[in-house]
């Protein structure tokens, strides 16, 4: 028997319900794994629970090469299913999740361990033995545990080390302190606080959300935004993008004490900001994404000035960035820190610089282009060690290209309307958009009910697949070292807490 | 060496002179304290508090009111109302030191954040350390407050710092709605902080749980679980706004200038 295909279907489309075969759970594992082997990537995988709130169904969104999406369908009976991740590593921490929300046993999975259910660390789970925290014993060994509250202004979450002397045997990272219950909430929706809520799933990555969520609503309603809006969507995107890996690089600088340039890029990546807020009086973006559209327009005069204050800040960026390249010190704390393995992206599906860091040619803008991308993706960028230098080498290639892109789109935007009506959604139907956002692919998945509601809504930030990256990261590393890796991901922990 | 000093120097100062010079321009899109203008509002008109996604604003008697410590500063207003009886000007004075401060009618002046009382200033004016909180935070109001440690706002050259432990601490300065998560992780870090203490709420979630405040998942703001001294409203608030309110609890800053 060959293994079904899935549905095929492409960024940002839509497809009846109707048209996805519902499979029995060993087919649909078949399915997806053989996806998985054939180069593709689980993008997302979750349950949708039934009308009543009996039956289990799973969904899965496999990302294969030529920018074709798979989407697979099967309906679990009972309360229990064989874990797929049996067969597909990649499945791992989505299964937890499916195990965590809807109380499925997920027979033979390695490690069911709680994904935002704090008390299950403790308490215990579904599987006692399996949910609390590893711990290694010896003599010499020892715990060291840091957060919810850390010593930085940045988001709650908890980390255990089980450390040797200064070698960290196994970092385990403890989230949902930031649960805000942002799917739950898309509920019955859309609603005008739908488009607010998704501007906040990471405010960091404004216009990455907004962008998903947008397409997921065009593509529900059947229209595309008008080209103007997509480059100037692009545009907002890459000045996300530049202004974030601006500010993760100056506070690289600071974690190894390097801190002239610190302080120059802690404030361009402010210029940066500003350079957003320009365009739409938000320096997050903030209401510069509206489904059917953009809220602001870009006229000519504003153009030239944002042009003019864009290459100050890039020509700024790049003096900093070449002090900090061209300093030894610097050099020894980057190079063979937090090294994480193409073998390791591979297999478990990460995304984002830390996979393009090592070697591995993954970035929706080329792979799943969208919009003003399908004209214009820049080109993908690539480091080969996998190691905090390499992050920051990927980094620096970016903010480039991105740099250039939007340069390119300042320079002519297509002309047209801005917006164009949003219609209601299609009922019974299902919606994937993609999104390559700072950290990584976006994924935001939409299925509708009768009347055109989402009655699920699923979120896939690039952290939900980067946080076990960096506890691999980790391995073997410093315990010193920690923050200077942490901080080359620069994970959202509200992106994946949701 | 040399090559850092030479690029320091080409850097040139980048600390703004305010206050003792006005304020840098905020963007000519930039959105501050609305206005509103009820002598435009038909009767029985209730656009404006439709659209608000938030349910910031309410329609009385005088016409409508709207909660800064609401507003997400979307502009959803704006598109609904057909009379253009609201706008945002680019005032980015927000902060109050109450609540109901924070609510704001037709044609009222603003309601600018007080000092501390004397001895509280005497303790803090020229030195305040905070211990920032995230409780559900998106990572918006926290990197604003990151910028205050940037060479542009230097809060440092008022006596500001943001310190690592609460036991350093003078007080907190809190983002996000407060999840039920955080509130225990929340409260004993209040109760780390030495007495006498302040509290910040920085931010619509901080204030009143902004785009999540009908969800289940949080408390709806800092003051469901630590008593609050200062908001300071916006989604997220500007570094300006941040700035300014804090300087003015401590009394550095009254009215349009600066006082010591």
Request: proline share 7%; glycine share 12%; net charge neutral.
């Amino acid at each position: 028997m060959s293994a079904p295909a899935g549905v095929a279907m492409r960024n940002g489309e839509r497809v009846a319900e109707a048209e996805i075969p519902v499979l029995e759970v060993d087919e649909f594992h078949e399915g997806v794994a053989g996806a998985v082997e054939a180069g593709g990537r689980i993008a997302s995988l979750f349950g949708v629970a039934g009308p009543a709130g009996d039956a289990l169904e799973l969904f899965a969104v496999v990302a294969g090469a030529g920018g074709s999406l798979a989407l697979f369908r099967a309906e679990v009976r009972g309360n229990r299913y064989p874990a797929l991740t049996h067969h597909c590593p990649q499945a791992h921490y989505f299964e937890r999740e499916i195990a965590e929300q809807f109380g499925v046993a997920v027979e033979g999975h390695p490690g069911l361990k709680p994904v935002r259910d704090l008390a299950a660390w403790h308490d215990g789970g579904p599987e006692p033995r399996a949910s609390r925290f590893f711990r290694v014993d010896g003599e010499e060994i020892h715990e060291v545990g840091v957060g919810p509250v850390h010593a930085g202004v940045i988001e709650p979450g908890h980390f255990r080390f089980q450390c040797h002397g200064e070698r960290v045997l196994h970092l385990e990272i403890a989230l949902g302190y930031q649960h805000r219950g942002v799917e739950r909430a898309a509920l019955g929706g859309p609603t005008p606080r739908t488009l607010i809520q998704m501007e906040t799933v990471a405010g960091d990555t404004t216009i990455g959300h907004a962008t998903a969520y947008a397409q997921v609503c065009e593509a529900l309603g059947g229209v595309e935004p008008p080209a103007r809006a997509e480059a100037i969507r692009g545009l907002g995107l890459e000045l996300e993008r530049i202004a974030n890996h601006a500010g993760d690089l100056g506070a690289l600088a600071a974690d190894v004490a390097y801190l002239p340039a610190a302080a120059q890029l802690g404030r361009l990546r402010g210029d940066f900001l500003n350079l957003t807020a320009a365009l739409c009086g938000s320096r997050f973006g903030r209401g510069l994404v509206r489904p059917g559209g953009v809220g602001f327009d870009l006229e000519p005069d504003l153009a030239g000035e944002m042009r003019h204050k864009l290459d100050a800040a890039a020509r700024g960026v790049e003096r900093a960035l070449a002090l900090l390249w061209a300093t030894p010190s610097v050099k020894t704390r980057f190079e063979g820190t937090g090294v994480l393995h193409r073998l390791q992206c591979e297999e478990l599906g990460f995304v984002g610089p830390p996979v393009r860091a090592c070697a591995v040619a993954r970035d929706v803008r080329r792979d799943h282009p969208r919009g003003v991308y399908a004209s214009a993706a820049p080109p993908v960028a690539l480091a080969h060690d996998g190691d905090v230098a390499a992050r920051a080498a990927v980094r620096r290639l970016e903010i480039e290209h991105s740099a250039a892109f939007v340069r390119d789109r300042l320079e002519a935007l297509p002309a047209g309307p801005l917006r164009v009506a949003c219609p209601s959604a299609a009922p019974r139907s299902v919606a994937v958009a993609l999104v390559e956002g700072w950290r990584g692919e976006i994924c935001h998945v939409a299925l509708t009910d009768e009347a055109g509601r989402f009655r699920r809504y699923k979120i896939t930030d690039p952290s939900f697949h980067n946080w076990f990256a960096l506890a691999l990261a980790m391995r073997d590393g410093q315990i010193s070292d920690f923050p200077l890796c942490n901080k080359s991901f620069n994970l959202s922990y509200c992106g994946h807490d949701l | 060496m040399f090559r850092e000093l030479r690029a320091r120097i080409r850097s040139g100062h980048a600390t703004v002179a305010w206050p003792g010079a006005p304020p840098p321009a905020p963007s000519e899109r930039f959105r501050g304290r609305p206005e509103i203008d009820a002598g435009k509002c038909p009767d029985g008109c209730a656009a404006c508090a439709e659209a608000c996604p938030t349910g910031a604003i309410a329609i009385g008697a005088e016409g409508p009111r709207l909660d800064l410590g609401r507003c997400v500063f979307c502009a959803g207003c704006l598109e609904a109302c057909p009379e253009g009886a609201i706008r945002y000007t680019r005032d980015h004075r927000l902060a109050a030191r109450r609540r109901e401060d924070l609510v704001i009618g037709p044609g009222a002046a603003p309601a600018l954040a007080t000092a501390l009382d004397a001895e509280l200033r005497r303790l803090f004016g020229r030195s305040l350390k905070l211990r920032q909180v995230s409780a559900g935070g998106c990572n918006g109001c926290e990197s604003e407050v990151n910028v205050l440690s940037t060479v542009v706002w230097d809060v440092g050259r008022f006596g500001v710092q943001i310190v690592a432990s609460p036991r350093h601490a003078d007080g907190l300065l809190i983002t996000g709605p407060v999840t039920t998560a955080m509130e225990l992780a929340l409260r004993k870090t209040y109760e780390a902080v030495p007495a006498p203490k302040i509290v910040i709420a920085a931010g619509a979630c901080a204030i009143s749980g902004g785009p999540f405040l009908f969800e289940r998942e949080q408390l709806g703001g800092a003051a469901a679980v630590v008593p609050v001294d200062l908001y300071i409203p916006g989604c997220p608030p500007n570094p300006l706004t941040l700035l300014d309110g804090i300087l003015r609890l401590l009394g550095r800053l009254e009215g349009e200038g600066r006082v010591g």
